[in-house]
Every structure is written in structure tokens, then in C-alpha cells.
């Protein structure tokens, strides 16, 4: 094996005991075919640490009933225990209000929640959706099927051979029939970051509300809404560190004030008669039903949990690891790295010269590592590499060195294997 | 099952040098595969006369179960009669889903090779698909199409047409 070239370590955040962390994540010590698990796999889903598994433990053991409902001791422990997770989110996304905070089921949900909300009041023939090529499937086709729906048209930003929008492009496409801008904070794909602030501000100058699908934004950086200024901001708590089946739209207020319901139901309304109903107000407005509580309570725990470790010292990690993995992956004869932008999250899509990448994720799950492998629910961004998939590791603040040096093995036997 | 195991030689060889590989010109019957979940898209067409499978070709784009056991599909079932290709096809998809032993008496001969394939649940599907297609293609009725009415495996898209 070649040499690694040491990688600087920034110094501007603590650092992270990742022995300490990983000892929070009971699932990191399973043994795959005998061999370590290299858990690779976390732009997918994260893994939950103990304390976000024994949160939602107390929460069935000692605190569950359906919120906003009865009068009763229990229902008013789980009301309390789901508003303070809306709060401690609103509080680590820094938006204006909790009630800017809305859960959903997840990011896809919540784009779908806009698409919906906001397509329907105040999108119409002739107008246009900017969305980028890098763009989730997620980000795409409720937006395809709105402008389906409304005789409007979606239009695409490029992007490089880096894996960068390109921005000059993207200023030219903002114009008068432009109605919205959704954009990814990160690529899943490529691991990008955009330059989300000044795709906000360019569209802003145009008088034009700007979705940010941040998916895999929120989980790896510091972000805050009310610096980026964004309209609305999706992403998903499972790929945070908490739960499946919970996410959260933020939407400025302003917005969710004069947006549609996406569905009706119970909790969503002032009064129900025959002859008509007076929605709630929001965040209640657009949460139809009963929600996941312990989810979202568990997304809470998972807010905690980051910040206890801190998200400046989880994006330094990670920037080593992404370094370190990406001089390491270079280094080897045949191996393609997509997504080489210099301003990039731990990312890291690939290909083996000669080798489909799930023939190499099924050699690598024999060697313990875990990466997805397929296209990423991002087809137009393997069109635009000109590759039908990619095999994609992604890191997160419980991965080490090590898994990737694991990982570089892996793929040096896939080699060996198809000769 | 450690996919070394499944990885063997002989699959690896037909990964590198499928054979058959291409199209006929003017097949009597044909079938595109595709699953969209990994994205393996094949295409098989064929040549029947007297009731046998004279001439088989196939193309596309897979990874390497696909595409060996497009390969070695190929190679098993020229010459054969139309019945005996569709009994290799549901021996193949027994052995691939578990249904089928393959220590028991079989006509798959070399195919047995992909038994190990039942324990990958992610990639039966990958094995499995070129026989899919063929079975699609046999089922195409000459001079019509059946374009969408034929779809063995449910979420994946098989379209056959006979010309």
C-alpha cells in the first residue's frame, strides 16, 4: 500500500475524542463476516448514539399519550417533551420562532409540504422552478409534478466537472418568471457545498423565495437561518444522528402564514363544521394527524447530543477524514473520484476502473465496510459524470482513520479480484 | 456467504469476455431488462425456428452478475427447445430465490455457480434479471407487441416485443 501523506489538522475547533464518541454507539461494534464494521454509510442514515436510544426508551417506558389532546398527566408530559424538542431545533438552526419550526416525516416531506403549500398559492402557467442539476430526486419531483400540474417549467442549474454550480449560469437564469429557487446545501452525491448564502442573496435581489434542501447540511455544520436568510430549509433527523421517520421544514413565517395546509386532519384545525373549516395556526397548520412524537423527541435528544460534542469540532472531523480519504482513494491506480469540488463534505463517491460499484459494495461488505452504492436518488448527476453508479463513503464524527485505511484495503481487494 | 465465494473464476471470465454479446439483426423475438434499482439494463433478443432458441444474443449495461449470467444463459440455452429455455428459467430463479436445491436434480449444470446468490438478497435480482428477459422474449407473440403487459419482477421493468 502506498504511503499516506499526513493530513494537517485544522486547529481552528477542538478536537473530537472519537474513542469516547464511538463508545456512544453501541451498533459501531458489530462484527461483519468476523471483521469490524466500517460504518460508511451515514449520508444514507446516521447511526443513533445511547442517548438518543434511551430518551425515546423513557419516553415509552414513562411519558407517551398523544399530544395536544387530553388534560391528563401523561398527554401534558408528552406535549411538553415534543414542544421542547421544536424549541431546542429552532434553537440549533437559529431561526426567529419555534413556530417556524414545522415536523415532518422528513426532508422529502417537507420539500413536498412546499411544493404543495407554496406551489399551489403562488405558482402558475408560464412560471419557472430553479432547481440544480446536483439536486436529490427529492428536490426534483415535487417540482416536476407542480410545474406538471401548472403549465410551469422547470429549469436547471449546471453544474462543472468539479461538481460546482455554475454560478454565472445560475445568475442568468434568475428572472422575472422565476417563482422559487430549491437548492441543495450539500450534495448527497457529490458532497459539494454550495455557496448557499449567495445563492439565497442572488435570488433574494429578484424579490425571489429560495427552499434549501439541507438534508446533508444540518447534520455536518453549524447552520443558522437567520444568517443564510433562507425561505425554507428542509432536512431529516435520521441522517443526524436521531430517528427515522421525523424531519423538519423551517419556512419564515411570512411565508407559512399565507401557505395551504398539505393535508387536513385532526390537530391542524381552529374548528371543523360541514360548511367550513379555520385551519390552525402554524406550526399546527401543517402537522395533520398525530405525529411521530417519539421522534421527534428523539431528534431533541439528538440536538443535545451534537451539541454537546459541538458542530465546529464535527466539521473539522469530518474535513480530516474527507482529506485523509481522498488522498488516500487517489492514490490508487484505476480509482475515480466524482465530486472534487475544493469546498467539500465528507463525500466521497467513487469508481474502480472496470468494476460496477455493487460488485465493489458487495466485495467491500465482506471486509466489513459499509458504503451505498447506486446512483443516490440522483440520476441526473450520474448522467452528467456519464456513469450509471458510484459507490459512495460518507463519514461522520464516529469514524476514524482507521475505516478508511479498512476501506482502502477493501478496494484494493475488489482489485485483486477482478484482476 | 462470503461473496468470494460467489465471485469465482468462471463468473469473473464471463464479467471479461461475455459471450454472445451484442444484438441480432432481425430477431424473432427480444426483451429490454432494466432494474432501476442499481440500474442493470440488458437487452436480449433471439432467434426462434422449429421451436428452438437458434441464435441468442445480448447487451447492455450491468455489473458483473448480470452480466455473467447473461452470458452463461446464453451459451446454456442455444440449441435448446423453447421448453426446456423456460424450465432453465424457473430452475434458475428456484435456485437464485432458495426454492430450488441445487443438489437436487437440476439442468443447470454450470449455472449452479450463482447458488450462492440466495444469500445476497440485494443481488438476486441482479442474477436473475437476464432470465427475466428472456422469459419476457419468449412470451413476446410473434408480430405483436406486449410492450408493458409483461413484467415477471414486480418493480422492475421488462418490456418484450416479437417482431
Redesign the interface.
Known amino acids: 500500500m502506498s504511503a499516506i501523506p499526513a493530513v494537517k489538522i485544522r486547529s481552528a475547533a477542538r478536537a473530537i475524542d472519537v474513542a469516547r464518541v464511538r463508545a456512544d454507539f453501541p451498533i459501531l461494534e458489530t462484527k461483519v463476516n468476523g471483521k469490524p464494521l466500517a460504518y460508511l454509510d451515514s449520508a444514507a442514515s446516521a447511526q443513533m448514539p445511547q442517548q438518543v436510544i434511551d430518551r425515546l426508551t423513557r419516553y415509552h417506558t414513562s411519558e407517551h399519550a398523544n399530544i395536544h389532546r387530553g388534560v391528563h398527566y401523561l398527554s401534558e408530559k408528552a406535549t411538553d417533551a415534543y414542544e421542547a424538542a421544536r424549541a431546542k431545533i429552532r434553537k440549533f438552526i437559529n431561526a426567529t420562532e419555534d413556530r417556524e419550526v414545522i415536523f415532518t416525516r422528513g426532508t422529502t416531506n417537507a420539500i413536498n409540504t412546499v411544493a404543495h403549500g407554496f406551489g399551489r398559492a403562488f405558482v402558475g402557467k408560464g412560471d419557472e422552478i430553479l432547481v440544480s442539476h446536483m439536486e436529490h430526486h427529492s428536490n426534483i419531483v415535487p417540482w416536476q409534478m407542480l410545474c406538471e400540474e401548472k403549465g410551469a417549467t422547470l429549469k436547471v442549474i449546471p453544474i462543472d466537472d468539479l461538481g460546482q454550480l455554475v454560478m454565472d449560469e445560475y445568475r442568468e437564469l434568475l428572472g422575472p418568471r422565476t417563482k422559487l429557487v430549491a437548492v441543495a446545501h450539500v450534495s448527497n452525491a457529490l458532497g459539494t457545498i454550495n455557496p448557499i448564502k449567495e445563492v439565497i442573496a442572488l435570488a433574494h435581489a429578484q424579490g425571489i423565495p429560495v427552499l434549501v434542501d439541507g438534508a446533508q447540511g444540518v447534520p455536518h455544520m453549524k447552520v443558522d437561518m437567520q444568517d443564510l436568510d433562507c425561505d425554507f430549509y428542509a432536512f431529516s433527523g435520521h441522517k443526524m444522528c436521531g430517528p427515522t421517520g421525523i424531519g423538519i421544514l423551517y419556512g419564515k413565517a411570512s411565508w407559512l402564514e399565507k401557505m395551504q395546509p398539505y393535508e387536513g386532519g385532526g390537530d391542524m384545525i381552529m374548528s371543523v363544521s360541514f360548511e367550513k373549516t379555520t385551519y390552525n395556526t402554524i406550526p399546527y397548520k401543517f402537522e395533520a394527524g398525530t405525529p411521530p412524537i417519539a421522534a421527534a423527541i428523539g431528534l431533541g435528544a439528538a440536538v443535545d447530543y451534537l451539541e454537546s460534542i459541538g458542530m465546529d469540532a464535527i466539521s473539522a472531523h469530518e474535513h480530516n477524514l474527507i482529506a485523509y480519504g481522498t488522498e488516500a482513494l487517489s492514490a490508487i491506480d484505476g480509482v475515480r473520484i466524482y465530486g472534487t469540488a475544493p469546498h467539500k463534505a465528507a463525500v466521497l463517491s467513487f469508481n474502480i476502473e472496470g468494476v460496477h460499484a455493487h460488485d465493489v459494495g458487495t466485495i467491500l461488505n465482506d471486509e466489513g465496510v459499509a458504503v451505498r452504492t447506486g446512483h443516490h436518488c440522483a440520476q441526473p448527476v450520474m448522467q452528467r459524470f456519464g456513469v450509471p453508479a458510484t459507490a459512495r463513503a460518507s463519514f461522520y464524527l464516529y469514524n476514524t482513520v482507521e475505516e478508511i485505511d479498512q476501506l482502502v484495503a477493501a478496494v484494493r481487494r475488489v482489485q485483486e479480484i477482478f484482476g | 456467504m462470503?461473496?468470494?465465494q460467489?465471485?469465482q473464476e468462471v463468473i469473473?471470465d464471463h464479467n471479461?469476455k461475455p459471450r454472445n454479446w451484442g444484438h441480432l439483426d432481425a430477431p424473432s423475438h427480444k426483451a429490454e431488462g432494466l432494474n432501476p434499482?442499481?440500474?442493470d439494463?440488458i437487452w436480449v433478443s433471439l432467434n426462434v425456428a422449429d421451436d428452438r432458441v437458434a441464435e441468442i444474443a445480448f447487451e447492455g449495461?450491468?455489473?458483473?452478475?448480470c452480466k455473467a449470467s447473461a452470458s452463461m444463459m446464453t451459451t446454456k440455452v442455444k440449441g435448446k427447445r423453447v421448453d426446456e429455455a423456460e424450465q432453465l428459467v424457473d430452475e434458475f430463479r428456484g435456485m437464485t430465490t432458495g426454492s430450488l436445491d441445487a443438489s437436487q436434480q437440476n439442468h443447470l449444470g454450470h449455472l449452479t455457480v450463482f447458488e450462492g446468490v440466495k444469500d445476497?438478497p440485494?443481488?438476486v435480482k441482479?442474477a436473475v434479471l437476464p432470465w427475466h428477459t428472456l422469459h419476457a422474449a419468449l412470451h413476446a407473440e410473434a408480430s405483436t407487441s406486449t410492450e408493458g403487459e409483461e413484467d415477471p419482477v414486480p418493480g422492475s421493468g421488462i418490456a418484450a416485443s416479437g417482431s
Do not use: N, P, V
Not at chain 2, 61 to 65: K, P, T, W
Open positions: 462470503k461473496s468470494k460467489l465471485y469473473l471479461k434499482l442499481c440500474g439494463h449495461q450491468s455489473c458483473a452478475i445476497l440485494s443481488r441482479c
